[in-house]
Structures are given as C-alpha cells and as structure tokens.
C-alpha cells in the first residue's frame, strides 16, 4: 500500500470507521452491519476479517476496484466478504440492485453481480443492465419469480442499507469497511495491505 493510501485509510479509523464502541457509542448496530443475515457474502463465511463493501452499479469506482477485491479474497482464503448493494446514483442503479438481489434466491448473485460490474462506464440504462443479466446465464424466470415474490424482502433490504451508510456517515460509494477500518480506494496492493493491518489490530486488542 503506498503511505498516502495507507494515511487516507489510518484517518478514515481516527474519523470513525468501524470501530465498534464509538459506533455503538452513536446507537449503531454493529453486528447488524456486519452479519445482517439478508446481505449476499463471498469468500470464507469463518473468516478473521470481515470486509463490507458499499456499491452501487453505476459506479466506475466500484467497477474498477471489484477485481482487484476479489482477487485478492480468493487469495487469501480467509476473508469474509459482505456485499451492501447502495443503490444512490441513478433509478437503473435501484434496478440492478434489484436484480442481483432475486438471483441471491437461486444462488445466482455473485453471478449476477459481477455481470452487472462488468458494463463499462457510468450511466449504464436498465436495458444496458437487462442485458447483461440475460447473457450472465441465469434462469431468467426464475428470476422474474423470485424479485415479484420476494420485492418486499429486497426493498427492506434496501432500505436498511441505506439506513446503515447514512448511520456511520458514508459520503457515497464506493466504501469499503476493513476490520477497523473505512477506506474508499482499494486496489490489489492496498487492500492485501489492510487485511494484514486490520488482523494485526485484532490480535493487539
């Protein structure tokens, strides 16, 4: 990580990132944030260090920053990786997220999810979206099933994001909660860096 990334990240904690007493301190349900049990996850469900990702599908930063992220969880083997879909850009955003989240109900987000992260640039439409879904392989259906269905399991779930980001003052997306950390640039260096800070406050404390 180089030293300004790392500095941003070090004052992002000093800032209140997810420390949890001076959370809890401010009426925020830490634990809600880290194992809400509607968010999707990847990685090692046991992992020692849990990251939460703040996104939003029309968000050229999230794009560029997604797989750099998941790469380096692979790599490591034992990171837990919760996904907050922050749908704030545009109504297509609200729409992708939307879709991600019915295909959670076929196990097909992460499939979903990084089909969606894929369209290049920012404004993506609904159809840009729509498509992208489609050629992602899910049984499309089954899809249009679940998000009649369970719409209002997601829009709760949405909302409660939403109340989370605005809880502990995110400023738009994408956000990144590492251990102790709060950080909105993440790249393969940085974020291999943060893991082993945020393990080496875990073990200090």
């Known amino acids: 990580m180089q030293r300004r990334h790392f500095l941003t990240l070090a004052g992002a904690v000093a800032a209140g990132a997810l420390a949890g007493s001076r959370l809890l301190a401010q009426g925020v349900d830490v634990d809600a944030i880290l194992r809400d049990p509607a968010a999707p996850t990847a990685g090692n469900p046991k992992g020692d260090v849990t990251v939460v990702a703040f996104l ?33 850009l545009t109504e297509a955003s609200v729409y992708g997220a939307q879709m991600a989240l019915a295909a959670k109900y076929q196990g097909g987000y992460s499939r979903v999810h990084h089909a969606l992260m894929a ?39 949405l909302k409660r994001n939403l109340a989370q980001a605005e809880s502990i003052g995110l400023q738009g997306t994408p956000t990144y909660l590492i251990g102790p950390f709060r950080t909105s640039t993440l790249d393969y260096a940085g974020s291999k860096q943060a893991f082993a800070e945020a393990r080496r406050r875990q073990a200090a404390e």
Not at 69 to 79: C, Y
Not at 122 to 149: C, F, H, N, P, Y
Request: glycine share 6%; charged share 30%.
């Open 56 to 88: 939003d599908y029309n968000c050229p930063f999230c794009k560029k920053a997604a797989p750099d992220l998941e790469r380096t969880v692979k790599e490591d083997g034992k990171i837990r990786l919760v996904y907050k879909d922050w749908p704030i």
């Open 119 to 157: 369209i290049p640039g920012r404004g993506v439409s609904k159809e840009q979206m729509a498509a992208a879904v489609r050629a992602s392989g899910i049984d499309l259906a089954r899809l249009e099933a679940d998000l009649t269905a369970h719409a209002g399991d997601i829009s709760t779930l």
